[in-house]
């Protein structure tokens, strides 16, 4: 099974701040997924990165995916209170189907 | 909505008490996923499901756990003589497998359902 590591494990910031969170594996990833969970609901899955190199953008939210695709990162630009929550990188390991292995995720909380 | 569902989304018991959890994936997914996640942790894998089959299970699924899909819809869960250390959210996800000319696999991820046993 292969293990991801995530870091930090917690981060509190004030609103306007940018973040970076990390996820790192000594495997290679045939994909990477990264979600949001709320308190109280389940995931929900913000991107899947495939292609090393790869950098994709969702509004404020910056993904980026390893050269090697041993390690992807997160980056938010001006957070803001409503993007609290727990964000957790995912694969399915060599490849892309399957069972997911969770990192244990980085608890993020923006104060107004 | 047509998403994933759960039901109930709170369970309170007592120890030595059996427990059932239905999972509604969302329609025509084939595949369907039980995961556990306990409080400020990422889910873990516990067994899935293509269509009516078992395919995996963890060791994580003990014998006190039994999950079936007996028409490939819905899925129950049960944790039989509940233990305190089952305390957790029971995730439930689906997804469409073998779509050709798809890469990758998606989860859908439902509400969960939140154990506590006391």
């Known amino acids: 099974t292969q293990l991801l590591e995530q870091s930090p494990q917690f981060l509190s910031i004030q609103e306007g701040e940018n973040l970076t969170v990390y996820c790192n594996s000594s495997?290679?990833?045939?994909?990477l997924q990264w979600y949001r969970q709320e308190p109280g609901e389940g995931p929900v899955l913000l991107v899947t990165?495939?292609?090393?190199?790869e950098v994709k953008k969702l509004k404020r939210l910056t993904f980026q995916f390893g050269d090697a695709r041993k390690d992807s990162s997160l980056h938010i630009t001006a957070a803001q209170p409503g993007d609290t929550g727990l964000y957790l990188c995912?694969?399915?390991?060599?490849?892309?189907?399957?069972?997911?292995?969770f990192g244990q995720g980085t608890i993020l909380t923006v104060h107004p | 909505d047509t998403g994933v569902s759960q039901d109930p989304r709170h369970k309170i018991t007592k120890r030595g008490q059996n427990v059932t959890f239905r999972c509604d994936p969302i329609?025509?997914?084939?595949?369907l996923y039980w995961y556990r996640q306990t409080l400020g942790q990422g889910p873990e894998f516990l067994t899935y499901?293509?269509?009516?089959?078992?395919?995996?299970k963890s060791r994580l699924l003990s014998d006190r756990f039994s999950a079936e899909r007996p028409k490939g819809s819905f899925s129950t869960l049960e944790i039989q003589r509940t233990e305190q250390g089952d305390s957790a959210m029971y995730l439930c996800?689906?997804?469409?497998?073998?779509?050709?000319?798809?890469?990758?696999?998606?989860?859908?991820f439902g509400p969960g359902t939140r154990l506590l046993v006391l």
């Open positions: 996800a689906s997804s469409l497998w073998g779509l050709a000319g798809t890469r990758g696999e998606t989860q859908y």
């Open positions: 495997s290679v990833f045939s994909s």
């Open positions: 990165v495939v292609t090393g190199g």
């Open positions: 995912a694969t399915a390991g060599g490849t892309s189907y399957g069972k997911l292995t």
């Open positions: 329609s025509e997914h084939n595949r």
């Open positions: 499901f293509q269509n009516e089959a078992q395919l995996e």
